[in-house]
């Protein structure tokens, strides 16, 4: 039932957001529709935490856990944020229009932006909650489809390259992906036999110990290669600022904010299966090579970089390659990955959704062109500033929180050398970061932007995010903690 | 019977790489439709032999489908597709015939050396073939890389999941039939989205050559 509360929702919403009118009507639902979703979540995980693993579906296709419930909520928020700002945004273009259906391409543009989102959250939602590997992969690549046809939007010769980059490089990398679940499969056939519920990740965890390891190594490199490339982590990344920076806000929004983190999930997954089978030692080695380039070519691109809404793509990069290192530092590091995976969604999508506000206002995504954005922007200026700080890991944010505990877990663990080298790197992309931020926000504001705040409503769901952030920085309920810890524990040696 | 349905794998398998390998020093982009399709209908009897002498039902309908869907219904749309850019229709890759055949080479060797756990794990009688699969998957990764043309990377990444859908008929005969619908479900609409977005790219850039596809950097 729950379940149903928490996928039915985008159903709906994709089935209503195509129709232009009644207008009113269309937007509401896209408001309130993904609430119910948010509850949902919320409920789920509460369930969890009091009895247990819930099951679901038609025959228990659905099976969710401690980490499940957390991702679950982590792309449930993440996505009616950016649905609830869209409609925001919409009633307030309705109201400001005088006919009573805006025929603009705006409104086109937010009705295919509804619908092919809210599908696009779905295949994400229904990917963290699925308890069968395969069917995981198959709702992973629907994301990438669903995605893929929102980015030429506006038809532009950049967002159609992009849009050909991410749909090609990430349909190759999902399909290796496939190709490392069969390998696993063979291995779990060579031994039990052919089953039908042999992909379901409770069976393949509790047969793990006993598969062979060598199989299972190759296995590990095809989906790391795989689910990799959808995470963003260097050097399967090459699609990543392309599709970022050339997307929708919203949909930005979206991919970097959890779609990066659904992908880590999957390898996260996988990961605790190979170290069943053959402790942790082969898998840490894999992952450390990605998580050291990924934080490497993210902050290093930060510095050059001329365009902000790719600076945030690269710094998607680099806390995607943080996330990464987490996973290696035992169970410590895998509890600071995942609240680090929270906290930059929040992060990451409310300065995707700013980032779209300004390059409206101001016409162009060049940083070169931004300047005095403080007193052109009065609300969202000083919301941009505050979420690129954050992303830089300053208090009292909860990515200062999930930074420390990671590299905490680095030095605890006995990665000092490693650790001290990703600090490094950390250092490179917050002094970058700050001096195009200053650059942006002040100086004199280009002549044919009209200054002040237009359509201030949308911003109420950046601020909700922010505000999030602050309390995950200064105190890190219980709750939250619980769930993390829960769900991390299940997945370490 | 073990005896014939090991060769039946492998010379079957053997086919499936070798139209892969042919594409490789085809130059129009009518023949590389022409291998991927002849590369399907082999895959769909393979599995069908598969389906026989390994007696599971299930892998006929993988078959059909596999021949439906990859032999016929996306050769037709790729030709169409072929039919509207005609001027444009010879592939000129970046990497020349002869270096390419090399390449494959070396890539079918790697590929044997990659499959040696599975060739100790498995006692199928179908184990000869999978290093050929594995094979194809690096050589349709190399078609991908190495052609210049948004349409011949289409067809390396259809190539790519026959390849992967070959092992998987080799190493388990087949993963289950739920999984199997939700991969060809995938697979159309994924096909059909790129197929928009090479219509996509000639409308905007008068060309399908990806070289043109150079503005975003850094």
Request: net charge positive.
């Amino acid at each position: 039932m729950v379940i149903l509360a928490l996928l039915g929702p985008w159903i709906v919403l994709a089935l209503v957001a195509p129709f232009r009118r009644p207008v009113g009507l269309v937007t509401s639902a896209q408001g309130a529709l993904p609430l119910v979703s948010v509850g949902a979540a919320l409920t789920l995980t509460w369930t969890v935490l009091k009895t247990g693993p819930v099951s679901g579906g038609w025959p228990d296709w659905f099976r969710i856990d401690p980490l499940s419930a957390f991702m679950a909520c982590c792309v449930s928020i993440v996505g009616a944020g950016t649905m609830v700002s869209e409609a925001l945004t919409r009633s307030a273009r309705t109201r400001a229009s005088a006919t009573a259906v805006p025929a603009t391409d705006d409104e086109r543009a937010a009705r295919r932006v509804a619908t092919y989102g809210s599908l696009f959250v779905l295949a994400m939602l229904a990917a963290v909650t699925v308890g069968n590997v395969a069917l995981m992969w198959t709702a992973i690549e629907a994301t990438t489809i669903m995605s893929a046809i929102l980015i030429p939007l506006r038809r532009t010769k950049a967002s159609v390259e992009a849009s050909w980059k991410y749909i090609l490089i990430g349909s190759v990398g999902i399909a290796l992906a496939f190709a490392g679940t069969v390998l696993a499969y063979v291995g779990f056939a060579g031994r039990m036999g052919r089953q039908e519920h042999a992909l379901d990740w409770t069976l393949l965890m509790s047969v793990a110990p006993g598969l062979q390891p060598d199989l299972l190594h190759l296995a590990f490199v095809f989906l790391v290669v795989g689910y990799g490339t959808k995470a963003g982590w260097a050097p399967m990344h090459t699609w990543l600022p392309d599709a970022h920076s050339e997307s929708p806000a919203p949909l930005s929004a979206m991919m970097s904010g959890v779609l990066l983190a659904v992908a880590q999930y999957a390898i996260l997954r996988w990961k605790a299966v190979v170290d069943l089978a053959s402790g942790g030692a082969f898998t840490d080695q894999v992952l450390v090579v990605f998580a050291m380039l990924s934080i490497g070519i993210g902050a290093l691109s930060l510095v050059l970089q001329k365009n902000y809404k790719r600076l945030l793509a690269y710094s998607s990069v680099e806390h995607s390659g943080l996330v990464c290192l987490g996973l290696t530092f035992g169970p410590a590091g895998v509890f600071a990955s995942l609240l680090h995976i929270l906290n930059h969604a929040l992060a990451k999508s409310a300065s995707f959704l700013l980032a779209g506000r300004i390059l409206r206002r101001y016409g162009s995504p060049d940083i070169e062109r931004v300047r005095g954005l403080l007193r052109a922007m009065p609300g969202t200026g000083p919301l941009f500033a505050a979420g690129l700080l954050a992303l830089m890991g300053f208090p009292p944010f909860g990515i200062f929180i999930s930074e420390f505990l990671l590299f905490r877990a680095g030095f605890s663990s006995g990665h000092v050398r490693l650790t001290l080298v990703a600090l490094l790197l950390v250092g490179i992309g917050f002094v970058a970061l700050a001096g195009h931020l200053v650059r942006m926000l002040y100086g004199a504001v280009p002549e044919d932007v009209p200054p002040g705040e237009t359509e201030r409503r949308g911003l109420a769901v950046m601020v909700v995010c922010l505000l999030g952030l602050v309390a995950l920085g200064l105190v890190l309920p219980d709750a939250v903690s619980g769930l993390i810890s829960r769900a991390a524990e299940a997945n370490v040696l | 019977m073990d005896h014939v349905f090991s060769h039946v794998a492998v010379l079957g398998s053997s086919g499936v790489l070798l139209c892969g390998i042919i594409l490789l020093w085809r130059r129009s982009l009518p023949s590389y439709i022409t291998a991927f399709r002849w590369q399907s209908i082999t895959l769909a009897g393979l599995t069908a032999g598969v389906a026989y002498f390994g007696e599971d039902r299930n892998l006929y309908w993988v078959a059909a489908m596999i021949l439906a869907l990859k032999g016929l219904v996306m050769p037709r749309l790729l030709e169409r597709m072929v039919r509207r850019f005609m001027a444009d229709s010879e592939v000129r890759p970046y990497v020349n015939t002869a270096s390419s055949l090399v390449i494959s080479g070396v890539l079918v060797l790697l590929a044997y050396a990659a499959a040696r756990p599975i060739q100790a794990l498995a006692t199928s009688p179908t184990r000869g073939g999978v290093p050929l699969a594995l094979g194809l998957i690096f050589v349709s990764l190399f078609v991908i890389v190495s052609r210049r043309k948004a349409i011949t990377q289409v067809i390396g990444f259809l190539m790519l999941e026959n390849g992967i859908a070959l092992l998987a008929v080799l190493g388990t005969y087949g993963v289950p039939l739920i999984v199997e619908l939700g991969v060809f479900l995938d697979a159309l609409m994924g096909f059909l989205v790129m197929q928009i977005f090479v219509y996509d790219i000639h409308d905007t850039f008068s060309t399908i050559d990806v070289d043109v596809l150079n503005r975003l950097k850094h």
